[in-house]
């Protein structure tokens, strides 16, 4: 694990950062370099991502430009703009000696852009969105960030890459070292597997509540609208996701859960994950969703269509209203 003792800004002292997107991540990485004293210049699109650059005083040029003016560049557009971006507007731009950093290995993992010789190549990919990375960069702290140096032509690309990490704030919270390919794997096992699974167990319970006759706003809220559910997770991240339990539940609480711990998922829900883990490593799960994007992502919008219509959705917006809330 590194920390700030473990990287230095003198190490980024000479370069020019060019932030690509100003997104959910680019926006609070261009803040938190620029706080850090790291020249930095943002390449975007010419529409309101590029206006609100302009306006928090950003030089923002067009993304080759900034990829031009630049000796280090950070991919910060979404994942399925990559491919099309990067050849078109990022890879005519790179020298040799640059630093080339992404946020996410997906691209590289499944071979969706091709890097030259002669350049520096690393994942910085945190472990969190855009907002948090700000905030707690201005309060004093950071947040947890993966790191892989996967090409390092110049002999200082770990020293460089920590020099970023250290102006966006991550090693005040600690950067571990871990394979971009176990990053990318990783984060697509919790998109797949550990979400759909948490969305199911909140729903399912709603419809036993609500099926029993409860009024849904409160079981809406005691489930997890009233935020207590989300703060128990905070804590879980440092004490422990057994521990928290222990220590925050009555006796009754730990009664319950330790009652029906392990008894209520199906015997086969291991099996899937194993079989979506599978998918995700052999590429197949890649290729479907290739074949999404070339048809327009019809299932994004069976999804919309799916949860607008549900009782939950319908509860959420009664009681956003019944607390006063936008
Ligand atoms: P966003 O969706 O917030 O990115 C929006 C930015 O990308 C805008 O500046 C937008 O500008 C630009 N953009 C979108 N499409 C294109 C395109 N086709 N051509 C040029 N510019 C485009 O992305 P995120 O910040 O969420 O993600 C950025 C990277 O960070 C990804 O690799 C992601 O995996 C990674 N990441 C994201 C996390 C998150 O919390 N969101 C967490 C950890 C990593 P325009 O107005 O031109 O569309």
Known sequence: MYFEKDASLH????????????????????????DSGVRVVVGNRDDDYRKAALADGFDTRPIAEAVAAATTVLLLIPDEAHQEVYGSQIAPGLRD????????????????????????????????FGKPIRQRYTEGSGVLAFLDVVEDRTGRALRRTLGIAKAVGFTRYGVLPVPLATETELDLFQEQFLTPLLLDAFRTAFEVLV???????????DMHASGEMAEMMVEAATTGIYEVIEQQG?????????KYLGTLLGPDVRAKGERILGDIRNGAFVEELSREAQAGYPSLADYRTAYEAGAMTRTHDTYRAILGHP
């Open 11 to 34: 190490d980024i002292e000479d370069e020019v950062v060019a932030v690509v997107g100003y997104g959910i991540q680019g926006k609070a990485f261009a803040a938190n370099l620029r």
């Open 97 to 128: 000696g640059d630093l080339f950093v992404l946020a996410h290995g997906f691209s590289l993992r499944y071979d969706r852009i091709a890097l030259p010789d002669g350049i520096d190549v690393a994942l910085l990919a945190p472990k969190m």
């Open 211 to 221: 099926g029993a006759g409860c009024d849904p706003v409160p079981a809406l809220l």
């Open 250 to 258: 009555s006796p009754t609480c730990r009664f319950g859960v330790q």
